[in-house]
Every structure is written in C-alpha cells, then in structure tokens.
C-alpha cells in the first residue's frame, strides 16, 4: 500500500468513527430536522443548508463562536458562507438595525443610508454606479441582463467550476461530474438542475479558468454574439483558485477588443480579500462587478455596478433592474455600518494577521506530517485543498481528496470548529476572531494530520 492509499485508508476509518460522535452529540439536532422535514424539503430553507444524515442546526452566535441546539460551542470557521466577517451580534451593527428598526424598516422608497451604501461600495470598489438587489443571485442575475441590453447580445460565458448564483443563466458546469466533462481541453455546459429550459444551454458557453486562449479561442468564433464573460476572480467555490499572474489583464483586454463586458463576481471575494475586493488585490478593474456576503452586515444585500456608459441601460436603455426589498433601510443601515465602522483599514491588518496565522500553522502540519495538502491565505479568507499542489482550475480541484474531507469536517465539528460539510467552502474569519480561536484550529488540524499519517 502507498503512503497515500493508508492515509486515504486512515481518512476512512476517522470519518466513520468521527461521524458516529458527531451524530451522537446533535440530537436534538436530529429531533429538528424530523420535525422540519415536515414543512421544507431536506428540512432546511436552501438545499446548500441540508446534510447527511441531517444537518446541524444552530440556536445563536456572539463574537467569533456559534451554540447549536444541542448546546455545543464553535469557533465559527464557517462564517455563513463567506458572510459573517463582522462577527456575530457586534455591537455597532446591532446598534445600526436597532435604531433601523425604530425607525421604520421597510418603505420600498429609497433613503438616506441606501444612498450612503450606494456611495461607499462606489468608493471602495471604483464603480461609476451601483443598484441594489438582495442576494448574490439577483446580482449576477441582473448584471448579465444590463450586459445583454448594453450590447445588444444574447451569448455569455462563464467558467467550468464556477457558481453565480441558482438563476438559469448560469446553472451550468458548477461541478459537473468528471465523466461528463470529457478531456482536460474541454469544458462543455453541462446542467446542474433538473427544470432549467434545454435552449438556455445554446446561450452559455464554458471555459476553463486561466485559461485567456480558450475564452480567446470562443472570442475568434462568435465574439459578435457574446454579451460578457461572467467570472469569480479568484474561484471560491472550488476551495480557493487564485488567478496567474496576467491572466484578468489578459481577460479585459480580450473583452475590451470585442465589445464584450467583463463582469467579476466578488459575491465571496468583495470586502474579504482586502478592503476594495479582488478588483484592488489584484489590480484588474471589469466593466461590472456583483457583490453580496460579507458587504451587508449579516443582511441579505446585494448590489451591482461598474461603468456609467453601461450601468445608463437602467435609466434610458429599457433594461429592467427593480425590485421590492432592494436597497433596504435596515439592510443598507447595517451595511453602511459594516463598511464605515467595521470594516476599517485597521480591521483588514487584523483580518490579515488572523489568516496568515491560520494558513502558516496548516501548512506547517501538512508539511510535518507529509499530508497531500496545502494551504491558502487570503485575507479574510483561506483553505486546506487536499492536494499538493495550488488549484490552477476545476479540473486540478477533482484532483482534491473528497475522502480527506470527509474525514476533516466531522473531526473538527468534534472538536469545536463549526465549519461546512463540503469540499467546496472555505474559511471566513471574522474582526472578532482571536489568536486563540486561531490556535484551537491550528491545535484541530494539526491533530488530525497526526492521526491521517498514522
Ligand atoms: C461567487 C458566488 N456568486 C453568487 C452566489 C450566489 O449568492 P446567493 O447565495 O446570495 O444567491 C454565490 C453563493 O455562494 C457565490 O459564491
């Protein structure tokens, strides 16, 4: 047997017992989810929420740690999906939706905190003008539409691996099969939900990530019909897949040459990676960039925006942009308190502190216990992929240990890290994480690394 197949025979072993425990330990967890499968199918409000053989439920959050219903405390590494970078309950956005709230928190009529938002998500991203929807779907959702009605085309592109949101547009090759995919030069569209129209397939087309000579190669072919390319700069949704260098130089350039627009979906990276987003950590602007998560306080926002010229097909361009909830007092209220009174220059310096400290101490376990792995450290946010080697796409992430995960999720669940069940997600840290929140993950992983070697 090879070094890889024990640790992988290991993994195996960890996960059993390990999820044995963690059933023992959450069932009340259990009672909830007989009781909520009742009302809501897979007994949650998204299917992203279900688990197997149900998922934990959580009762309350304070600072950095979550209780669920059983009564078990967490170090939140899970951050609502690349949400909660404010922490849970912090006072200045408590004290934000409070007075929100005595003030009346839903008008459908824009008000002064919309506007403050409008104003400083402009400021820090560089965006000529914004609009608000409500979740990172609306906002890819209604960015690709400005761009259609901005060119005048129907064609868009996307990258096999990424996720925009659950509108058909762009249900197409999130995480599609390996035996669907064919060879590492292809990437076809490939649907990732029952219900979705078989000719919305003819208008997405997919390419690899950093990959410019295949969206090039797209370009050669059809450009004239090819609204935008939509991508995430940095992929979050397959772990975290950072850009080559050149590579959204090459992708703006591209599209500037074929009147195509280029969209970044900063839903996960905008306010994470660094105060103005992938657009400032990696110095590339697009024409337009969606943004949700992390921005509204632990709201449900949402926004979009980018260039005047383009963002003009809402006010004297027909393109329909609206919605009742959109640019809420009690979400912007919170967001502006978030952005402005949280989310200071100094609060990105502890963030990076945290996540530095994070990915240096799984690496260092990796490397001592020679575990197929490695770190990434980005801000706010970061990873373990179990594979050696840094993901240069999805191809390279189903080459990821899907065991390794199912053994790491319910060994850190047991020992006080809340975390998500999947391989996809990654690590949010929150201002009102600690050294020592730190350190209990570091003391969780580097345990499991020992016992994974053996
Ligand atoms: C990159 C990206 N875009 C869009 C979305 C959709 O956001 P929402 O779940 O708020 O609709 C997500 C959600 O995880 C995402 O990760």
Same mark, same amino acid.
């Given at each position: ?285 697009? #024409?337009?960039? @969606?943004?949700?998560?992390?921005? &509204?306080? +632990?709201? %449900?926002?949402? $926004?979009?925006? !980018?260039? =005047? /010229? ?5 006010? #004297?361009?027909? @393109?329909?942009?609206?919605?009742? &909830?959109? +640019?809420? %007092?009690?979400? $912007?209220?919170? !967001?502006? =308190? /978030? ?116």
């Amino acid at each position: 047997m090879s070094d890889v197949d024990a640790m992988l025979a290991r993994g195996a072993e960890i996960a059993e017992r390990e999820t044995a425990t963690l059933l023992a330990n959450t069932q009340v967890s259990k009672t909830l989810y007989d009781e909520a499968v009742g009302t809501m199918p897979l007994g949650v409000g998204s299917s992203f929420q279900a688990g197997d053989p149900y998922p934990i439920y959580l009762d309350r959050g304070l600072g950095s740690h979550v209780w669920d219903v059983d009564g078990n405390e967490y170090v939140d590494g899970h951050g609502g999906f690349g949400v909660n970078i404010v922490g849970h309950a912090h006072p200045k956005i408590i004290e934000a939706i409070e007075k929100a709230a005595h003030t009346g928190t839903h008008f459908a009529v824009t008000t002064r905190s919309t506007i403050l938002m409008a104003e400083e998500i402009s400021r820090r991203f560089g965006l000529d003008q914004v609009r608000f929807a409500n979740s990172g779907t609306e906002a890819t959702m209604d960015a690709i539409r400005v761009a259609r009605a901005a060119t005048g085309r129907e064609h868009i592109v996307k990258i096999e691996g990424s996720y925009h949101g659950h509108h058909d547009a762009v249900m197409f090759s999130v995480v599609p099969n390996s035996d669907a995919i064919g060879g590492r030069d292809m990437a076809s569209t490939i649907p990732m939900s029952t219900g979705i129209p078989k000719v919305t397939a003819e208008y997405t087309h997919v390419v690899p990530f950093n990959d410019a000579a295949a969206f090039e190669a797209i370009l050669n072919e059809r450009g004239s019909e090819i609204a935008c390319l939509i991508l995430e700069p940095v992929m979050m949704n397959i772990g975290i897949c950072q850009p080559q260098p050149g590579y959204l130089a090459r992708l703006r350039e591209l599209c500037d040459q074929h009147g195509v627009v280029l969209i970044f979906d900063e839903v996960k990276s905008g306010a994470t990676v660094a105060e103005g987003g992938a657009i400032e950590r990696y110095g590339v602007r697009p #024409h337009l960039a @969606c943004f949700a998560k992390a921005l &509204f306080g +632990g709201t %449900p926002g949402a $926004a979009f925006g !980018g260039d =005047a /010229a383009i963002m003009d097909v809402i006010a #004297h361009g027909g @393109c329909a942009q609206q919605g009742t &909830f959109n +640019g809420n %007092p009690l979400v $912007a209220a919170a !967001g502006v =308190a /978030a952005l402005t009174q949280v989310l200071t220059p100094e609060a990105y310096e502890q963030l990076a502190h945290l996540g530095s400290r994070l990915a240096n101490g799984c690496q260092k376990a990796i490397d001592e216990y020679g575990i197929p792995a490695h770190a990434v450290d980005l801000g706010a946010k970061g990873c373990v992929s179990f594979r050696p080697e840094p993901l240069q796409n999805y191809r390279d992430f189903l080459e990821t240990r899907p065991e390794l995960f199912a053994a790491a999720y319910p060994w850190a669940v047991n020992r006080g890290v809340f975390m998500t069940p999947g391989d996809e997600e990654q690590w949010t840290l929150s201002v009102q994480h600690t050294d020592a929140d730190i350190d209990r993950y570091v003391d969780m992983f580097s345990g499991f690394c020992a016992q994974l070697a053996g």
